[in-house]
């Protein structure tokens, strides 16, 4: 199957006038999907202006009316969803059920960002004479870039999406190289919804070129990035160039810290199937396993037992429960940390290498016996691995769980409450899952603290992010 993922600027299909751009492959096979367009300048500056007018129009669409377009635009999505989902697995890897879920979280991100701008007010404050009156009005910001990565490909979109179309804006998205189809494919949903065809716009090529033209553009008035923390200081940095708001979604390394009170096998149950999700390639994903010594064996045995046994294949096959790594690249670093991890000492209980010479699987793998310096420790795997670190007292383990630059989700578990109620108040995370590891659905806020990120996106705020105000003082 070969097939030519094209830009969508002012409605139409472009193929990119800088010619020729990179393949696209199935992380399955490791065959060549397909040719992704490559936007020059030129169709940059053809999407910004674009945007400039597709904001004018779009936000002349009074909110109520909005909001009925972007519920369209979610049931649309549902309905189309088995279609879309072979689009996602193709091209990223994840099982098929897996697609569907992040396809339906999509819908919901929509139909609530759809919501939210049925509620947009402004507020009348009394002056401080007593004929004079504030009027607090709501804007939307502007036109919006958005930088997407390629772990929930149409999910990190949606979000943006919903968020800034909601609250009147227009987007030019440059969504990830490894998986572009699915971006396209919801863009089109949008448009067939009936929002403003100029209002939203995605564009391919090189990253850097994109984000720097883009960012620095006066049309430009707000960047938002989903994706790694050196990428995100980047594009920070461009932003802060030109004075431009930023929201950023960042990594995250998780700790999982397990209290010897649990049930050790129940937990090692619960966790193997959260942290095998999309391969581990989540920013949520339980990724620092601080396991109590008394629980340690059992603990590990189980978790164990469970990556051997683990059903790793090609994700249209329905038994398939973890498809592969999303590209080489990805496949690489991870074979990297394992590699550092084995070299220092770590006893890999469980896989520790590729699956096959086909296609970017790698084994889950458990890793115990960890020197402090292991770089599993420190950097975020964004893979199926699970390294294992005993403690025996709380303090230390918050000064473990907090030791990084991260600050994106942790978890405890315990049934103690006195203990819940210490680690989740020393746990300095934007996140907190209790016997529980989170999902970012579109009613709650998400946002890193620390490095992990600015801003949030969700909740009852998921348009605050895309809107400005003015205050009109009338005498
Ligand atoms: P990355 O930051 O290199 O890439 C993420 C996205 O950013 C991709 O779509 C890529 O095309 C884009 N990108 C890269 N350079 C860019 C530039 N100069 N301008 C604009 N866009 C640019 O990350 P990666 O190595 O592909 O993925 C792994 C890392 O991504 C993980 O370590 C994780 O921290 C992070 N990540 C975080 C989240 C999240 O939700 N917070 C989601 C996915 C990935």
């Known amino acids: 199957m070969s097939h030519k993922f094209k830009l969508l600027i002012d409605g139409d299909d472009r193929d990119g006038i800088?010619?020729?751009?990179?393949?696209?492959?199935?992380?399955?096979?490791?065959?060549?999907i397909g040719k992704i367009a490559r936007?020059?300048?030129?169709?940059?500056?053809?999407?910004?202006?674009?945007?400039?007018?597709?904001?004018?129009?779009?936000?002349?669409?009074v909110p109520w009316e909005r909001g009925r377009i972007l519920k369209n635009a979610a049931d649309l999505l549902r309905a189309q969803q088995d279609e879309i989902a072979k689009i996602l697995t193709f091209e990223q890897g994840k099982p098929l059920y897996e697609a569907k879920e992040e396809i339906q979280r999509s819908a919901d991100f929509f139909e609530w960002g759809g919501e939210e701008a049925r509620r947009i007010h402004g507020r009348t404050l009394l002056g401080r004479e007593p004929q004079n009156h504030v009027v607090i009005e709501t804007h939307p910001i502007g036109v919006v870039a958005a930088f997407t990565p390629w772990n929930f490909p149409m999910a990190q979109a949606a979000k943006k999406f919903a968020g800034a179309l909601g609250a009147g804006c227009s987007v030019i998205c440059k969504p990830s190289q490894?998986?572009?189809g699915s971006v396209i494919a919801m863009c089109k949903v949008l448009?067939?919804?009936g929002v403003t065809p100029a209002a939203v716009a995605v564009v391919f090529g090189k990253a850097s070129e994109i984000s720097a033209h883009l960012i620095a553009s006066p049309i430009v008035a707000k960047v938002s990035f989903t994706g790694s923390i050196p990428v995100g200081k980047l594009l920070a940095k461009a932003a802060g160039e030109s004075m431009k708001t930023i929201t950023m979604e960042l990594g995250g390394h998780a700790p999982t810290i397990i209290c010897g009170d649990v049930d050790p096998e129940a937990t090692a149950d619960f966790l193997a199937k959260a942290k095998f999700k999309n391969a581990g390639q989540i920013c949520l994903s339980p990724s620092r396993f601080y396991v109590e010594e008394s629980i340690l064996e059992r603990f590990t045995a189980r978790v164990a037992e469970h990556a051997r046994a683990w059903r790793i294949g090609n994700g249209t096959e329905p038994e398939t429960q973890m498809g592969p790594i999303v590209s080489e690249r990805r496949l690489n670093a991870i074979t990297e940390l394992v590699e550092d991890a084995r070299s220092k000492?770590?006893?890999?209980?469980?896989?520790?290498?590729?699956?096959g010479d086909q296609g970017y699987f790698y084994a889950p793998t458990v890793l115990t016996d960890l020197p402090?310096?292991?770089?599993?420790?420190?950097?975020?795997p964004f893979g199926p691995?699970?390294?294992?670190?005993?403690?025996?007292?709380?303090?230390?383990?918050?000064?473990?769980?907090?030791?990084?630059?991260?600050?994106?989700?942790?978890?405890?578990?315990?049934?103690?409450?006195?203990?819940?109620?210490?680690l989740k108040d020393g746990l300095q995370y934007g996140a907190v899952g209790i016997n529980d590891v989170v999902t970012h659905h579109p009613e709650v806020p998400l946002g890193g603290w620390k490095e992990s990120g600015v801003g949030t996106e969700g909740g009852t705020e998921i348009l605050r992010p895309y809107q400005t105000t003015k205050f009109v003082s009338i005498q």
């Open 39 to 61: 936007a020059s300048l030129s169709d940059l500056d053809d999407a910004l202006n674009a945007a400039e007018r597709g904001l004018k129009e779009w936000n002349s669409v």
């Open 345 to 355: 000492g770590a006893t890999i209980l469980a896989g520790g290498n590729r699956i």
């Open 191 to 193: 448009i067939q919804a």
């Open 385 to 422: 691995l699970l390294p294992i670190v005993p403690f025996t007292n709380d303090d230390d383990v918050l000064r473990l769980a907090n030791g990084l630059e991260f600050g994106l989700s942790a978890y405890i578990f315990t049934n103690d409450s006195q203990r819940q109620q210490k």
């Open 178 to 180: 490894e998986a572009p």
């Open 372 to 380: 402090m310096d292991a770089k599993v420790l420190h950097e975020e």
């Open 18 to 32: 800088a010619g020729e751009g990179e393949d696209c492959f199935n992380p399955a096979t490791g065959e060549v």
